[in-house]
């Protein structure tokens, strides 16, 4: 079992950035990869990115150059920084971490984009 708690969203002015936050507890050394997901409103959830165990990461072309993620094992938690926001990144943004084929969810964190 994994706790996955997210943490850093609010709400930004276009072109701002923020850094959020996956800390993670339980059997962490299981972990295969962890990563983001986001769900704006009225629509499916998004694929943002991943970073396996083994330092690979993969990012959504809609984010990449803008979006990177990155860990800190000494704190078991895995960040997502955010840059050069847009209004079209409003959404709620869930981290996630997978052991084999079973995936554990965070609650969410809200991000907001807007003048």
């Known amino acids: 079992q994994v706790q996955l708690v997210e943490s850093g969203g609010g709400l930004v002015q276009p072109g701002g950035s923020l850094r959020l936050s996956c800390a993670a507890s339980?059997?962490?050394?299981?972990?295969?990869?962890m990563g983001w997901y986001r769900q704006a409103p009225g629509k499916q959830r998004e694929y943002v990115g991943m970073?396996?165990?083994?330092?690979?990461?993969s990012r959504a072309d809609s984010v990449k150059g803008r979006f990177s993620i990155s860990r800190d094992n000494a704190k078991n938690t895995m960040y997502l920084q955010l840059n050069s926001l847009k209004p079209e990144d409003t959404a709620v943004y869930y981290c996630?971490?997978?052991?084999?084929?079973?995936?554990?969810w965070g609650r969410g964190t809200q991000v907001t984009v807007s003048s």
């Open positions: 996630y971490a997978r052991i084999g084929r079973i995936d554990y």
């Open positions: 970073l396996t165990s083994g330092g690979l990461t």
């Open positions: 339980g059997t962490i050394f299981s972990i295969d990869a």
